[in-house]
């Protein structure tokens, strides 16, 4: 699997850590690893990019899902 692709096996809000990766977020939303990071990028979805790598805190994620 390329990590563009979303993965295949859905990952439960209720069992997320409090701070999630790109791919965590993808696997949640059922959306690609790219689509999440143009998301973020566009702040559309609030996240940090800490080095080369964005993170998402949950609540965040809950916001967003309430209001997309």
């Known amino acids: 699997m390329t990590s563009s692709n979303a993965s295949s096996a859905s990952l439960p809000l209720s069992e997320c850590p ?7 977020v993808a696997s949640v939303l059922h ?4 689509t999440v990071r ?4 566009r702040q559309v979805l ?3 990019k ?3 790598k964005w993170i998402v805190r949950k609540e965040s994620l809950l916001a967003y899902l309430e209001n997309p």
Do not use: C, E, R, W
């Open 38 to 41: 143009s998301l973020l990028m």
């Open 18 to 24: 409090d701070i999630m990766t790109v791919t965590q």
């Open 46 to 48: 609030p996240g940090k």
């Open 31 to 34: 959306l690609s690893q790219n």
């Open 50 to 52: 800490v080095g080369m």
